[in-house]
């Protein structure tokens, strides 16, 4: 059974209202059921819901500080076979 992966990934120096406002946009979508991330390259659309995990973990050292903000759940999407399965 093959599954398709699909990721989309930005990375970029933002000040502290930039990334607040993407925060408050992932915030509405998680409440509406719709998360939508696209730039010039890619687009993915996903559509949370159930329960989430939420991973939260920070750190620091010397000169470098950091948050990392998980959210993962599973989806019980429809499995199209391409073939039956037989077995012998």
Avoid at 27 to 38: E, I, M, V
Avoid at 56 to 62: I, P, R, V
Avoid at 63 to 70: E, G, K, L, P, S
Wanted: proline share 2%; glycine share 6%; aromatic share 4%.
């Amino acid at each position: 059974m093959r599954h398709s992966k699909k990721s989309f990934r930005y990375e970029s120096l933002q000040d502290a209202q930039a990334i607040q406002d993407m925060l408050k946009a992932i915030s509405k979508g998680l409440a509406k059921g719709k998360l939508a991330f696209s730039d010039e390259d890619d687009e993915i659309l996903m559509e949370p819901e159930g329960l989430l995990n939420l991973k939260l973990t920070a750190s620091q050292d010397e000169t470098r500080q950091r948050v990392d903000i998980r959210i993962t759940w599973q989806t019980e999407g429809k499995v199209k076979q391409k073939k039956p399965l037989s077995v012998g």
